[in-house]
């Protein structure tokens, strides 16, 4: 890595500030395997995709994957980025970012993506948000040398405990998830390791049962990192 990426990592994407040396050196390894893998493509008047886009784009990918040494979500092989909320042909409607298994993208509104960088205890965060998607759907892409890396038991172990989750959304009753995760199990997911990453005292308070789940699910705990 060069110094100007460094100073981007160390002044833009707090979860690799707060690792310590050798984990900063792993991060810094897997992000060049990262960027060197995906094709980042400017959509919507982003002629240039500029080197904080790939350094920040290609850091979240490595943070939500960091409990794996090798998974690098080989079927996204491109990332488009549009500056604003886009309007998407395929739903008809318009989006701040979106999953594309049978293209093989993930697409992010670039302004969307800073605002949920913005502000890192709300709980919401659009490129944590797309990287769940498509690291959900990559453990179940036979094709493409990862898939299968979730451990069965622990996942069946977060599926009953976020079902639980799921009724309570759906009875509008109280609780710790925004409404979007209650849409399906995808979302739910998404929503969850949106504040797995952003808000995890808080979450383990709510359910610790749950967030130890996906500690187990994601080999990682960010409350290591991260002060109350």
């Not at 949106?194 to 967030?211: C, Q, T």
Request: a negative charge; proline letters at 4%.
């Amino acid at each position: 890595m060069e110094a100007s990426d460094l100073f981007i990592l160390e002044s833009k994407f707090p979860y690799f500030s707060r690792l310590s040396t050798v984990h900063k050196k792993e991060f810094c390894e897997k992000l060049e395997l990262v960027l060197t893998t995906k094709e980042f493509i400017g959509r919507g008047g982003i002629h240039m995709v500029s080197q904080e886009m790939e350094l920040l784009i290609g850091a979240t990918i490595v943070m939500v994957t960091f409990g794996w040494k090798k998974i690098k979500l080989p079927h996204f092989k491109r990332i488009l980025i549009y500056p604003n909320v886009y309007y998407s042909s395929i739903s008809k409607s318009y989006h701040k970012g979106e999953v594309n298994p049978k293209l093989g993208v993930i697409v992010v509104s670039w302004s969307s993506f800073l605002e949920g960088m913005s502000d890192e205890k709300d709980g919401v965060n659009l490129g944590i948000h797309e990287i769940a998607h498509a690291l959900k759907l990559e453990n179940l892409i036979k094709s493409n040398g990862e898939s299968d890396f979730f451990n069965p038991e622990t996942y069946r172990e977060y599926s009953r405990l976020a079902e639980k989750e799921l009724e309570i959304l759906a009875q509008n009753s109280p609780s710790f998830f925004r409404k979007e995760g209650g849409i399906n199990e995808h979302e739910f997911f998404a929503v969850a390791v949106e504040n797995f990453f952003e808000r995890p005292h808080e979450f383990f308070s709510y359910n610790p049962d749950l967030y130890g789940a996906i500690v187990r699910l994601l080999r990682q705990d960010p409350r290591v990192w991260i002060t109350k």
